[in-house]
């Protein structure tokens, strides 16, 4: 029942959104010492808590192709043994500490991550500098790590989405090192060694190139000599891992990679798109969360809110130092795979040929910009954040300029670049599904090029 005098909510209109947040980053002091590691540092009071971030150019652009996986297997195999003390022994060094760690490598750049009670912090530097100056990666450990990615990747090949996921950058790029998984393949990993974990490790975990980024309860002077102490005598120069060359976008027929009995099919709309540091940035942002980047997006509310043929329908264009590709992607019924791709075309169109509204730029606008200091929370956000900014060589001033720039975004702008990016003459369509029920769906889309589920 309504209380006397309390108005009943309007649920048919849109709540108003809240005045913008002032955006409060820490303000981030640089140091380089003598060996070249560059180590960054923000003093951040109130919490007893570092986050660490030590970024490396050990991404798989600096491995053999033939070794694909490389550096992610060298990654995951960081903790696996150190002289005195095997995996098991610093598995609990890192439980007694009570610290977060986590090392990944992505196609340009590897990273060590690492989160801890700031009373801890000399500890915590010493088990990274263990890892990173120290691992010898024992030959039992590096063939059971191995396997444990081969059987990750054979696990993969039955996930249908995993699948059309890796058949699509492989029909973008090619040959090219982002037509590659970034762990590598089963015949890739299986061929990777002890000694050529360690002739990678040797070659690319060096200090100049390397940056060690410090957010936390944390002063400078600490950060200095800890890291002097423990990282100081670590030797040698990385080059940049560069970014790859860009294939010239083109359509192709529509693939169909047949998954007999499959229920849904997924479907991915392609094609390659542009660096991190393109000069139309954040309008391609404004334009993708328009398109399919929110759940209020024009694909979303078509394929699930209209038509109720998907749990969710979305866009990306995924932004890396070379040109990342832009991928729509939804599941459906299989029988609906036809219409989906037509629908997904059809908003793709729409978006080149005709003005946004009003109430669509002001939705992305809000989305993008209202919830951003909810990003910039925490310690572990705040490293990451400028990480990325490092990484992709954003200015200094990117997030805090971020907002404004969003705003300055204009409704012809967006048309622009998705008439330039989006030209569905260079549009790769992909579905894995049951071709038997699918590929009479495809009539009217082009030619079809039936492929078996390898």
């Not at 990274?128 to 120290?134: S, Y």
């Not at 038509?307 to 040109?323: I, L």
């Not at 219409?339 to 730029?361: H, K, Q, W």
């Not at 030209?423 to 492929?451: K, N």
Request: aromatic letters at 6%; one cysteine or more; glycine letters at 10%.
């Amino acid at each position: 029942m309504t209380k006397p005098g309390i108005a009943t909510p309007d649920r048919a209109v849109r709540p108003a959104p809240a005045a913008p947040r002032p955006l409060a980053l820490p303000r981030f002091e640089r140091h380089t010492l003598g060996n070249g590691l560059r180590v960054e540092h923000a003093e951040r009071r109130g919490l007893p808590e570092v986050s660490l971030h030590l970024v490396l150019e050990c991404g798989a652009g600096a491995e053999p192709p033939r070794l694909g996986g490389l550096g992610e297997l060298t990654a995951r195999l960081l903790t696996a043994g150190t002289p005195g003390r095997d995996a098991i022994e610093m598995a609990r060094w890192l439980d007694r500490l009570g610290v977060g760690y986590r090392a990944t490598a992505g196609y340009a750049v590897g990273a060590v991550s690492m989160h801890f009670l700031s009373e801890v912090f000399e500890e915590a530097l010493d088990f990274l500098a263990a890892t990173i100056l120290d691992s010898e990666f024992p030959e039992h450990e590096v063939e059971r790590i191995r396997g444990e990615r081969i059987d990750e990747i054979e696990r993969q090949a039955d996930d249908p989405a995993t699948v059309a996921g890796l058949a699509t950058i492989a029909e973008l790029y090619g040959d090219g090192l982002y037509g590659r998984p970034v762990g590598g393949t089963g015949a890739t990993v299986s061929g990777i060694g002890p000694e050529a974990v360690r002739e990678f490790h040797g070659a690319r975990y060096r200090p100049g190139g390397a940056l060690l980024i410090a957010c936390g309860d944390l002063d400078r002077e600490r950060l200095i000599s800890a890291a002097e102490a423990r990282f100081g005598d670590w030797s040698g120069e990385t080059a940049q891992v560069p970014p790859p060359e860009t294939p010239e976008p083109r359509a192709s027929d529509l693939i169909l990679i047949d998954r007999p009995g499959s229920a849904q099919s997924e479907i991915r709309v392609a094609t390659v798109g542009v660096p991190y540091n393109t000069g139309d940035h954040h309008a391609i942002i404004v334009a993708n969360a328009i398109l399919g980047g929110l759940f209020n997006s024009r694909i979303n509310l078509n394929l699930r809110e209209d038509k109720g043929w998907t749990y969710g329908a979305r866009s990306s264009f995924r932004f890396r130092r070379g040109a990342g590709p832009f991928v729509a992607r939804t599941a459906v019924e299989t029988a609906r795979t036809g219409p989906a791709f037509e629908e997904i075309l059809s908003e793709i169109e729409t978006m080149r040929t005709a003005p946004v509204t009003d109430d669509e730029m002001t939705l992305a606008r809000n989305a993008l910009t209202l919830s951003l200091p909810l990003q910039f929370e925490t310690a572990v956000q705040i490293c990451g954040k400028v990480s990325r900014q490092r990484v992709f060589g954003l200015p200094d001033d990117y997030w805090e300029t971020y907002r404004s720039r969003i705003e300055a975004v204009t409704p012809d702008e967006v048309r622009e670049v998705c008439r330039t990016y989006l030209d569905p003459d260079r549009l790769t369509l992909l579905a894995v599904g049951d071709a038997a029920t699918a590929a009479p769906t495809l009539d009217g889309l082009g030619p079809v090029d039936v492929r078996p589920a390898s």
